[in-house]
């Protein structure tokens, strides 16, 4: 982006008509010195804000069925380095998945940079954000397939209902959700996964991210993934939440309270003018 300078001109003239008039040359030089003696000087203590933009949503792959030809396609990384910065590497299958987890080798590890892990004073840890997220933002919970631990044992899993192989999508013919599928769980133990640490907003809160259905792998794959879409712009600090479903309670005998603390705050219910922007 070119500076503009304060006489409204986005570069000063460093030419003259005149060729063989060195005056004229001294002159030019002599304005542009000028015009660069004007710009401010940088704060030290300035820095640029960081924007943090939605990522796309995933293509549709090719019609494919009658010959029953498996597509894949290469994805950017969805995640942000901890400066706000968008990852630019390419992800590709990994085991011959459609679709595969939209986080490179790097941020699988890591996490997105675009949000933290922090201390909670009952939870013992929450998921924030690092930076103000925009509405659509997008994040994959991963984890290793497996089995379904008992409800006695700490359990941060997600049933898996892998996607079609041909389509890359979790839908019916009729756009109803596919659920006869299933094929075990995603563990994130052990992994760099994040969103095991979002909390279940309590009776005096509301979710601000949800998941959507869209599932990545492949069946009997290794590992699998689930995407999650925030439902509002999320402020800076504030804690990431979605519905673990009433079940989840019951079954492990713990009561629901309230997450959100003065730190890190979560959505309040009793905000009555709050319209979400995936709904404008």
């Known amino acids: 982006m070119k500076r503009k300078?304060?006489?409204g001109n986005t570069t000063p003239s460093l030419t003259n008509d005149n060729d063989d008039d060195d005056s004229g040359v001294h002159d030019a030089a002599a304005t542009a010195e000028?015009?660069?003696?004007?710009?401010?000087?940088?704060?030290?203590?300035?820095?640029?804000?960081?924007i943090i933009l939605p990522q796309g949503p995933q293509k549709t792959l090719g019609s494919t069925r009658a010959n029953k030809i498996q597509q894949t396609y290469r994805i950017q990384?969805?995640?942000?380095?901890?400066?706000g910065i968008r990852c630019s590497s390419m992800v590709s299958s990994r085991e011959g998945e459609p679709v595969p987890i939209p986080y490179c080798d790097v941020h699988l590890k890591?996490?997105?940079?675009?949000?933290?892990?922090?201390?909670?004073?009952?939870?013992?840890?929450?998921l924030v954000a690092r930076y103000d997220l925009p509405a659509k933002y997008r994040i994959a919970f991963w984890g290793k397939r497996g089995k379904c631990q008992t409800c006695d044992k700490e359990d941060r899993a997600i049933s898996y209902y892998p996607p079609d192989k041909v389509t890359g999508r979790n839908r019916n013919v009729d756009g109803t959700n596919k659920?006869?599928?299933?094929?075990?769980?995603?563990?994130?133990g052990g992994t760099g996964d994040l969103i095991q640490y979002a909390a279940c907003p309590g009776p005096n809160e509301r979710q601000n991210m949800r998941s959507t259905f869209q599932y990545f792998g492949i069946r009997n794959g290794s590992i699998g993934g689930l995407e999650f879409i925030t439902l509002e712009q999320i402020p800076k600090n504030?804690?990431?939440?979605?519905?673990?479903?009433?079940?989840?309670?019951n079954d492990r005998g713990i009561k629901r309270i309230d997450v959100g603390t003065r730190k890190y705050p979560a959505p309040s219910r009793q905000n009555k003018t709050f319209k979400r922007l995936t709904e404008s």
Do not use: E, F, M
């Open 34 to 50: 000028k015009a660069l003696s004007i710009i401010p000087k940088r704060d030290k203590n300035h820095t640029t804000p960081v």
């Open 110 to 126: 890591s996490g997105d940079g675009a949000l933290k892990v922090v201390r909670h004073p009952i939870a013992g840890k929450c």
């Open 179 to 188: 659920v006869n599928n299933y094929n075990g769980v995603l563990n994130p």
């Open 5 to 7: 300078y304060t006489d």
């Open 238 to 249: 504030t804690q990431l939440c979605h519905w673990y479903g009433s079940g989840w309670w």
């Open 77 to 83: 990384c969805w995640a942000h380095t901890k400066s």
